[in-house]
């Protein structure tokens, strides 16, 4: 026998599995629901406590949820094309929200708002996503296909202009009211304009051409769907703006 192992000592497989403590139902904290009632009087049994258990659990997670869809992130589906060929009809993404009570948007980002489709006396908001392209105090034109802020060529290809890579955002058209007229965005307001320049209702067509600050939601930044396009954008990560 080997000097190692001693008759006395227990075999390899026979050693001994790890302790399990059970505590005892008595011994275990209560919900703190349970608690506050108790204070107040009003005996549980076991059962009462384990159902306060299940609620706790679930207030805590409806609470989280509205927090996070409220002031983090909120998701939104995209019904039309006045946004592509950069976001397709029908694509869906997350919106941050959070990073913006802390800096601003600017121009070239896609931003997502309110936008009234309604009246005054009659309002309907609607959330729309566009390009934001000047901000409050920045003047703002369309000609020969560019997009002019304070006189100046947009020619980043977070705009379109005419020799930009992607021939579908080659053009920014001076249709609707504006047309090649020059415009001075108001403080507190952005300036804003869909990538589909053929085919988006935006600040060129408004009655009031502006979107006042106030009612800026946030910006896009995780693609979600289709699933072929799952994916940071906007500039996020690195991502193409």
Known sequence: ????LKPDDPLPSESAAPRVEIVPEEDRP???????LNRRGIETTPGMEWALDWLQIIVVAIVLALITMNFVIVRMRVPTGSMEPTITAGSSF?????????RKPKPGDIIVFWHNEGTDEAPRWVRYVKRLI?????TVQIKDCYVYVNGVPMTDDAFNHPNHP??????????GKMG?????VPPGHYFVLGDNS??????????FPFVCE???????????WPPHEIGFMNGYFGSPR
């Open 30 to 36: 209560k919900p703190w629901l349970a608690r506050v």
């Open 134 to 138: 000047a901000v409050g105090g920045q």
């Open 180 to 184: 090649d007229s020059i415009l001075t």
């Open 166 to 175: 992607n021939p579908e955002r080659r053009c920014y058209y001076n249709s």
């Open 214 to 224: 106030k009612n800026f939601i946030g910006e896009p930044f995780l693609k979600v």
């Open 1 to 4: 026998m080997p000097d190692d």
């Open 94 to 102: 997350f919106v941050d929200k959070i990073s913006f009570y802390f």
């Open 198 to 207: 053929r085919n988006s209702l935006d600040g060129r067509f408004w009655d």
